[in-house]
């Protein structure tokens, strides 16, 4: 059952979940409220009931230590942030300790693989020692800290995706360790990791921009020496959704914590208000999705994606309500969230949601067969639940539920 009916809600400030004749309540601003569960809340207990252990969410036979993980749990601690209610911060610290030792090792990870993915659940376990105390979880991601010393890095000093893709940089990866060192720079004093963030996002817009387009291209090889590369410009040769997804991401999770009196913050904005002029460029005006492979929505076999249309509304409406970008920008972000309502989410017979349509995995190089093509892209498996959709979506709700609230507020 799609929710069109929805819709409307999300025209309105409040950003919540409204059952099949369940009433709304009128503030006193006129602002409608309904008086259901939010429908960050309802993501979040949806997928926890799916997946009982936290290490389960990416689909996985056994315990693994990864982004997709540290992405969940990040969105379960803010939902915990915003409730109060203990079974979530109960939920990813049931996670942690089963990845964590109490010397602070991590199950599956290791840190001379030089994965840059590793990275990202380094921020939860931030969250989770400032709520516990327990020191193995700052050992954990002190570790991972350290990774980032010593991580392989281009002539100019980008981090390699992974060592196992030398010399390239992803969109990816932005959001896979700035948004940490960003944090951690501010709580654990080390305002120098500032310059390096600032480089990495600036560096990743340089030499993967597309002018021509206006987009950012997946990911550029400095060596020039991969199949997928272009031998003049080291880019990928197409445009993927969510790998602009996570670059937008990182853009607004970084400007959280960078300093209002750096002096590269003004290069940071100006990269975030040209993601709102590309995303508001490719938006799909019928439903207010964006497709897969971004600038070819028209072409057979593209389809409106899950995960990136859940990044892209997150970073618009997160980028508006903190005046990053112009406020004309959130109208887009309210559009992009209605369509997910109506389009993507589905409701299930376990009184459960889903958020359908996401692309499972991509990649470029490493096998033969990703070539960064665009049959490529469309042909990657499709799922429904996948994290890296069902955590951006619950992201966004918290941003646009704290809006509503705000405004019914005044």
């Keep these: 059952m799609k929710f069109t009916r929805y819709a409307c809600l999300v025209l309105g400030l409040m950003a919540a979940a409204c059952k099949p004749g369940e009433p709304t309540a009128t503030t006193a601003s006129g602002v409608n409220q309904p008086t259901a569960k939010a429908w960050s809340v309802r993501m979040a207990d949806s997928d926890i009931k799916r997946n009982p252990e936290g290490w389960m969410i990416d689909f996985?036979?056994?315990?693994?230590?990864?982004?997709?993980?540290?992405?969940?749990?990040?969105?379960?601690?803010r939902v915990y942030e915003k409730t109060g209610d203990k079974k979530y911060l109960n939920y990813i610290q049931a996670f942690?300790?089963?990845?964590?030792?109490?010397?602070?090792?991590?199950?599956?990870?290791?840190?001379?693989?030089?994965?840059i993915d590793r990275v990202n659940p380094g921020k939860f376990l931030m969250e989770l020692y400032k709520e516990t105390g327990n020191e193995k979880y700052k050992l954990a991601f002190e570790n991972l800290r350290d990774q980032m010393r010593t991580h392989p890095r281009t002539k100019e000093g980008g981090f390699w995706h992974k060592k196992i893709y030398p010399h390239q940089m992803w969109l990816d990866g932005l959001y896979m360790a700035s948004p940490f060192l960003a944090q951690y720079a501010v709580e654990y004093n080390e305002p120098a990791l500032f310059d390096d963030i600032a480089n990495q996002i600036v560096l990743v817009d340089k030499y993967t921009w597309d002018?021509?387009?206006?987009?950012?291209?997946?990911?550029?090889?400095?060596?020039?020496?991969?199949?997928?590369a272009d031998p003049v410009t080291g880019q990928a040769p197409n445009v993927w959704g969510r790998a602009m997804g996570w670059y937008a991401m990182a853009l607004v999770d970084v400007l959280?914590?960078?300093?209002?009196?750096?002096?590269?913050?003004?290069?940071?904005?100006?990269?975030t208000n040209k993601m709102a002029n590309a995303l508001v460029k490719y938006q799909d005006k019928n439903t207010g999705l964006w497709?897969?492979?971004?600038?070819?929505?028209?072409?057979e076999g593209n389809y409106l994606e899950g995960s990136a249309s859940s990044m892209f509304t997150y970073f618009l409406v997160k980028a508006a309500k903190n005046g990053h970008i112009d406020q004309k920008y959130l109208q887009a972000g309210k559009k992009g969230y209605s369509g997910i309502i109506s389009n993507l989410?589905?409701?299930?017979?376990?009184?459960?949601?889903?958020?359908?349509?996401?692309?499972?995995?991509?990649?470029?190089?490493?096998?033969?067969?990703?070539?960064?093509?665009?049959?490529?892209?469309?042909?990657?498996?499709?799922?429904?639940?996948?994290?890296?959709?069902v955590a951006p979506f619950?992201?966004?709700s918290l941003e646009l539920e704290e809006l509503g609230t705000a405004s019914a507020a005044k």
């Design 60 to 77: 996985r036979p056994k315990p693994k230590w990864d982004y997709t993980q540290g992405l969940f749990a990040s969105a379960i601690e």
């Design 96 to 115: 942690a300790d089963t990845m964590i030792s109490e010397n602070g090792t991590i199950l599956t990870y290791k840190k001379t693989d030089y994965n």
């Design 211 to 228: 002018a021509e387009k206006g987009l950012w291209r997946h990911g550029w090889d400095e060596s020039k020496e991969q199949k997928w």
């Design 256 to 271: 959280d914590y960078f300093p209002k009196d750096h002096p590269r913050r003004a290069e940071i904005l100006q990269i």
């Design 291 to 299: 497709y897969q492979v971004v600038d070819q929505g028209g072409r």
């Design 345 to 389: 989410i589905k409701e299930n017979e376990d009184a459960t949601i889903s958020i359908t349509n996401v692309c499972a995995v991509a990649g470029l190089g490493g096998d033969p067969y990703r070539d960064g093509t665009y049959e490529y892209y469309i042909n990657e498996e499709r799922r429904d639940n996948d994290p890296k959709a």
């Design 394 to 396: 619950i992201m966004a």
